[in-house]
């Protein structure tokens, strides 16, 4: 039974309608109906549904999902000059600004920012973030990665996520948050185990590109953490992961990886260093979970000498096994067929060919130059 919404405007009368044989059926829906329908549009297609008539002008403003997607602005400034830039970037403030001051709903399931935003806007992301918390969002995603970047050392002036945030005398209640992604905004150690301690219900999370500690740990026996994804933490030499709910792992291998406790992790995609170096790494790792994986990516810088290849143990529960491959000369795949060998029950081999520069960009998708998918074993 769907309960009346509060607050919400009364509908508008479609006698009169000269719309032909046909009867404007959607506006004989509920309110609330209405308000499920437009939270799934973009803010820009939700909101330009009120033109269509009184009763619409001020639906959108109780839609529970705000996505704030600036991809087709963000690419424009690629292009743009420097002041240019930060007038694209004034803008889009402003108009998420606008939404949000314009909006009524006391709680949102989603909220995603998607722009090229830097440091010089901070005061603005943090009450971004304040708004966020405030409204016990179950799911954000902030995103300020730069238009077409190809990235190679550490992360520029990125935005920091708030010192006072973190502090344990914080009034935000958080949760309520099950899902959190963060890309190109620097977080410390503090910040990630902030959210680990103060969202228990916390399942997904995403930190691409940042930097400021040199060890992490994400461990706990009452973590609820399901997806987890680490890419591009510049000057981070140790991890430590100890997670019983954990199924799916995305990250890039450092000086030392540590899993342990992960009895339901089946999904492991990694990107690899340069030849033997990072698979040696991995391997102790890859020993806690091998026996239950399904599904194993691998993103390799090149295969010239990779001996350790060779020694990768059998992978029984196997099914999926995707290798995206940066070639560097003219190597040999045959140290491939070795772990094709160790995957005894594999239905589905993916070979991607990728660019020298793609190698910079994992966790960011893959330029595939070509594509293998065999089937192997019904």
């Known amino acids: 039974m769907v309960r009346k919404r509060k607050n919400l ?19 004989e829906l509920p309110d609330d109906i209405l308000v499920v329908i437009l939270s799934l549009l973009s803010v820009k297609e ?46 889009y403030v402003r108009w998420v600004n606008s939404i949000i001051q314009s909006h009524k709903s006391h709680t949102i399931q989603k909220l995603r920012i998607q722009f090229f935003l830097r440091k010089e806007e901070a005061d603005t992301l943090t009450k971004w973030f304040e708004y966020a918390f405030s409204r016990q969002v179950p799911s954000l995603e902030i995103d300020l990665s730069p238009p077409n970047f190809i990235f190679f050392g550490s992360p520029g002036p990125n935005y920091v996520f708030p010192q006072e945030f973190t502090n344990s005398a914080t009034c935000f209640d958080l949760k309520h948050l099950k899902a959190l992604s963060l890309k190109f905004v620097t977080v410390t150690r503090e910040a990630i185990e902030f959210f680990l301690n103060n969202c228990p219900f916390l399942e997904k999370f995403i930190v691409h590109h940042t930097k400021s500690m040199s060890k992490l740990e994400i461990c706990g026996s009452s973590l ?24 799916s792992l995305t990250i890039r291998v450092f000086s030392e990886l540590i899993l342990e406790n992960v009895p339901m992790l089946d999904e492991l995609r990694v990107g690899c260093g340069y030849s033997d170096f990072s698979v040696k790494k991995l391997l102790p790792a890859y020993s806690a979970c091998i026996s239950q994986l399904k599904s194993l990516t691998l993103i390799l810088n090149n295969l010239k ?29 045959l140290p491939l067929t070795s772990l094709i060998r160790a995957s005894t029950r594999l239905q589905e081999f993916v070979l991607k060919a990728i660019s020298h520069l793609s190698c910079f960009c994992f966790g960011f998708g893959l330029s595939s130059l070509w594509h293998i998918k065999q089937e192997l074993m019904t």
């Open 9 to 27: 405007p009364k509908k508008c009368s479609t006698k009169g309608y000269t719309g032909g044989d046909d009867e404007d059926r959607i506006s």
């Open 46 to 91: 939700a909101a330009s549904t009120s033109i269509l008539c009184s009763r619409w002008i001020n639906l959108w403003k109780h839609t529970n999902s705000l996505d704030f997607d600036g991809d087709a602005a963000l690419y424009k400034t690629a292009r743009l000059k420097k002041e240019l830039q930060f007038n694209e970037r004034r803008k």
């Open 224 to 247: 609820a953490l399901k997806h987890l994804e680490l890419c591009y933490f510049f000057g981070l030499d140790s991890v430590r992961i100890s997670a019983p709910n954990l199924t």
């Open 305 to 333: 000498g990779s001996t350790d290849l060779c020694k990768f143990p059998e992978m029984p529960k196997l099914k999926k096994l995707v290798i995206a491959y940066c070639s560097v000369g003219e190597d040999s795949l």
